[in-house]
């Protein structure tokens, strides 16, 4: 049989035929699988309901939840119309909020509820920097204004300090300020908050019971009496178990998404500027 027999036989025009009212129908007949399906089940509406409490304390009236159903239905339309037509296609948008839910899921990939006590001391024990309390120092201070020469400064602060160390009080010397005239037990780094840093750190090296000064901070200059002084120190894991579970979580969380990151980058052929890259994957 040639060519021009085959061409007219009427079984090659049917398949044809059937060919193209195939590929016609696949474009133009309804999809059949679940993606023009919107179905709200009653656990996402009660998750709906929970969001809403969270925000307002309070669990929504008919007519607000029949509005968080309606605004979620009115989301999936948008979306899965955006995405029929491409417009999720390099989004810097789209891509941070799947890249945060993907990071998210890896953080919480394993997740352990609750450290035991021998973790929380491993990690106290590795990570002492972060838990370790400052010095603490309890004082008095005299302030004498910066506005004053300082001579002046010089003469009122050295009369004051012979008053000061006979047993005088303090209250008898000085000038008005809105610092306090004493702080109790308070870390150095708040005293250096407060005071400066150059003002904390004279401080932790003068002797205990003296009037000392005048020292400087940015507001003037002052006379101190050290009363008690404490130095850094490791509370026990019961007084700062807050702090510790909360500090291992974080790390625990970023371990699993760099491990899981790990895993899936393995899955992928990195070209940078035409060249493989090795060596990239954090």
Known sequence: MNVRNIVREPTLHFLLIGIFLFLLYGRVAPESDDSRTIEVSQARIDALSQQFQAVWSRPPTEPELRGIIDAFVRDEVLYREGVAMGLDGDDPVIKRRVRQKMEVMSEESGAQLTPTD?????????????????????????????????????????????????????????????????????????????????????????????????????????????AKREPAAMPPLAEIRTAVIREWENERRERNRAESYRAMAKNYRIVIDGKTASGVVP
């Open 118 to 226: 021998a973790e929380l001391s491993d990690y106290l024990a590795k990570n002492p920097d972060k838990f370790r309390r400052p010095p603490l120092l309890s004082f008095e201070q005299v302030f004498f204004s910066g506005n004053a020469t300082v001579a002046d400064i010089e003469a009122q602060s050295q009369q004051a300090l012979a008053g000061l160390n006979r047993g005088e009080p303090a209250s008898a010397f000085g000038q008005p300020t809105m610092l306090p005239g004493g702080v109790n037990n308070q870390p150095l780094d708040l005293v250096a908050r407060d005071f400066g840093e150059t003002f904390a750190d004279q401080l932790a090296q003068l002797p205990l019971n003296v009037w000392q000064g005048p020292i400087r901070s940015g507001f003037g200059a002052h006379l101190v009496r050290i």
